[in-house]
């Protein structure tokens, strides 16, 4: 049975955790393929939000089995209150519901403070990274000098092997930073501690994950982060340390792609960006506020992970497009489009000019975005309130036209409308088998 891979068409932060949520109804397993706890899924069930960045958010459905892939790299404590915040909540969470992979990597307060003194030393050319480690944890699995989940089955060995790495990280934070070092004592200790209780949960994800595709079971992909933040297909250099594309849950999961069916691209019906780096439809004032919100919302563009306001911009075509053909997207979720009524005149980015030069597609890596000025194409907005939408007749004939002018420019279908943070309010142009 099949594949279904989501991923972010932007960068990040498009409501990935609540259609993940809705496809998980019909999966059998939900899978975290790349990323660490960089990445924060906001998912609403009822009266409870839960804000997750380990453990897929796919596991708020009882049915499902997690799993931590390969390609994940994982905070241990992070993942500990996570689940945790789970069970308060009335999740069940525990080894036979949630696996981690043994090759996964683990971040240890040492990537942490690398992440912190490296980003401090490069100043005003600083990228703008969540200081969550995370660059440092895959700098150690490309050097061939990681931890991964599988030593800590063996406490005496762990202990050992956590206290030499921080000590190795000691000489460059101290040698070449100039910051204080860690107490590596301590942090083994501390990661001793973490590994008798996640223990139970390290299992062979690779050998679950192909038993279940054998046995007619659907599998679902869950992308952290977006297309434009990957590390070979981003926006470089102010992109991710994996590899969040359709491609990236084939590495990340150990999955050929002949199972996959479906890839699954969701779209804030907006743009947003969090960090540094070239934003061609960023807009301030009033109308950024207006898309923006001011925060007393959980829904409010502001980071689930670093609580940093969103910039934001109008929807982007280009790099829409651009995300369609890397990750060669099936169907497109269109989320927050509620958040567009009111507004009187709406704009879709259709092209970019450079040196009086138009152009609909984007050449990654000839310029940095900031050289690109948008062209614009201007569609009318609707009053309606349409959170109540359930199917496509609810929607305005102008929230219509947006829709379809957006599969028109971008080649692909819209499958998914979100009109609201709740589970029921989305309208559903196709069916989840």
């Given amino acids: 049975m099949p594949l279904d891979i989501v991923v972010g068409a932007q960068w990040g932060d498009e409501g990935k955790g609540r259609m993940v ?8 397993i939900v899978a975290r393929f790349s990323g660490g706890d960089n990445a924060g899924h906001t998912v609403t069930v009822g009266d409870q939000i839960f804000k997750l960045h380990l453990v897929p958010s796919g596991l708020a459905r009882p049915h499902t089995l997690g799993i931590l892939g390969n390609g994940v790299v994982v905070n241990p404590a992070t993942l500990l209150h996570e689940i945790d915040t789970l069970r308060q909540g009335g ?3 525990n080894p036979d519901r949630l696996k981690i992979s043994p090759a996964a990597h683990l971040i240890t307060p ?11 030393s490069r100043g005003q050319a600083s990228l703008g990274t969540t200081l969550r480690g995370i660059g440092p944890a895959y700098m150690d699995k490309t050097a061939r000098q990681g931890i991964r989940a ?8 762990f202990a050992d092997r956590v206290s030499a790495h921080v000590e190795a990280a000691n000489r460059l934070l101290t040698g070449i930073y ?37 046995s007619e079971k659907t599998v679902l992909a869950e992308g952290a982060q977006g297309t434009l933040l990957d590390l070979d297909h981003g926006t470089y250099p102010f992109v991710t340390s994996s590899n969040p594309t359709a491609a990236g849950a084939l590495i990340g999961l150990g999955v050929g792609p002949r199972w996959v069916r479906e890839v699954i691209g969701v779209a804030k019906a907006f743009q947003t960006r969090v960090g540094e780096g070239g934003f061609p439809t960023e807009l301030d004032g009033e109308m950024a506020i207006r898309l923006r919100g001011t925060g007393e919302n ?3 563009e502001f980071g689930t992970t670093t609580g940093r306001a969103r910039r934001v911009g109008w929807l982007d075509l280009v790099l829409l497009r651009y995300a369609v053909r890397v990750n060669g997207l099936t169907h497109l979720t269109l989320t927050k489009l509620d958040i567009l009524s009111g507004i009187k005149t709406l704009k879709l980015c259709v092209a970019y000019e450079r040196d009086g030069r138009s152009s609909p597609d984007l050449a990654l890596g000839t310029y940095e975005m900031g050289h690109y000025r948008p062209v614009y194409e201007d569609l009318p907005g609707w ?11 609810d929607l305005p004939p102008q929230a219509q036209q947006y829709v379809r002018r957006i599969e028109a420019l971008a080649g692909v279908k819209v499958g998914w409308i979100s009109v609201g943070p709740e589970r029921d309010q989305m309208v559903q142009l196709v069916s989840v088998e």
């Fill in 91 to 93: 999740v069940t969470v």
């Fill in 110 to 120: 040492a990537h942490r403070a690398l992440d912190a003194a490296q980003e401090a």
């Fill in 383 to 393: 009053e309606q309130d349409i959170q109540d939408a359930r199917v496509w007749n």
């Fill in 298 to 300: 959980p829904w409010d």
């Fill in 150 to 157: 599988a030593e800590m089955l063996d406490e005496e060995a």
């Fill in 178 to 214: 100039g910051t204080e070092p860690l107490d590596a004592s301590r942090v083994a200790s501390e990661y001793l501690d973490y590994s008798r209780q996640l223990k139970p949960y390290i299992g062979d994800t690779v050998g679950l994950v192909a038993e279940a595709l054998q």
């Fill in 21 to 28: 949520d809705l496809f998980a109804g019909k999966a059998s």
